[in-house]
């Protein structure tokens, strides 16, 4: 089932600029990743943190996950064309044997 | 990272006949993979948990005689889409986790578009 919910559903922006993607979910979580999927392909992971964690970066990429409010951030530092993608959150509530439970996704578009 | 190979990336089948997707670890052993589908510009909804050398688990909704999941070794599970019909065209998208890092991150597969018509 789908808990998360990513805000924008869309967003449109200039290369350079920052892009900050949110995510709510639902249930308590073991972790919470985030994934990028060009248009028709698979997923790529992106960065995953940790439900004792409140922040983590990983590149031009960071991180924030708040469990009170059960919701997360990404931001994307210096945006470039190739970014432009959808990017989706998912959660795992428990161990290596289940899926993951994604969120409706944003997608980005990065205007040269 | 870990490469899973998806196989067909696209197949166009017709009403009633059953096709055969493929999902494939190709540099790890995958005690577990998982079958999403996702539908134009939406998110991806898990149908089924394929566990190496048992049955598969399907989430609630998913007919599993419609849906037959097969996982017969540590680097194979495959998705049967039988007796298919148009509502079961999508985009289907394995992914499975590296057993031996023991890490939640999962590796996708490249998809597969399946048109019925």
């Known amino acids: 089932s789908q808990q998360g919910e990513e805000d924008p559903q869309a967003l449109s922006i200039q290369e350079g600029e920052n892009a900050t993607m949110n995510c709510s979910y639902k249930?308590?979580?073991?972790?919470l990743q985030w994934y990028r999927q060009n248009s028709g392909r698979g997923l790529v992971h992106l960065i995953l943190i940790r439900s004792n964690e409140r922040e983590k970066h990983s590149g031009r990429l960071r991180v924030t996950l708040d469990t009170s409010k059960k919701s997360s951030s990404l931001l994307i530092t210096a945006s470039r064309a190739a970014d432009t993608a959808s990017y989706f959150c998912?959660?795992?509530?428990?161990?290596?044997?289940?899926?993951?439970?994604f969120g409706k996704g944003t997608h980005l578009i990065i205007q040269p | 990272g870990a490469v899973v190979s998806q196989h067909p990336s696209r197949v166009i089948c017709k009403s009633g006949t059953s096709v055969k997707i493929e999902c494939r670890s190709l540099?790890?052993?995958?005690?577990?993979m998982f079958w999403y589908r996702q539908f134009p510009k939406q998110s991806l909804m898990l149908m089924a948990t394929?566990?190496?050398?048992?049955?598969?688990?399907?989430e609630q909704g998913v007919e599993k005689d419609k849906f037959l999941i097969n996982h017969a070794s540590l680097t194979l599970s495959t998705l049967t889409v039988t007796s298919a019909h148009p509502e079961d065209s999508s985009f289907y998208i394995c992914?499975?986790?590296?057993?031996?890092?023991?890490?939640?991150?999962?590796?996708f597969g490249q998809g597969t578009r399946l048109t019925v018509v």
């Open positions: 249930t308590s979580i073991n972790n």
């Open positions: 992914s499975a986790r590296d057993r031996d890092r023991g890490i939640p991150e999962a590796f």
């Open positions: 998912a959660t795992t509530s428990g161990g290596g044997a289940d899926g993951l439970t």
């Open positions: 394929s566990n190496e050398g048992s049955k598969a688990t399907y």
């Open positions: 540099d790890f052993q995958a005690t577990t």
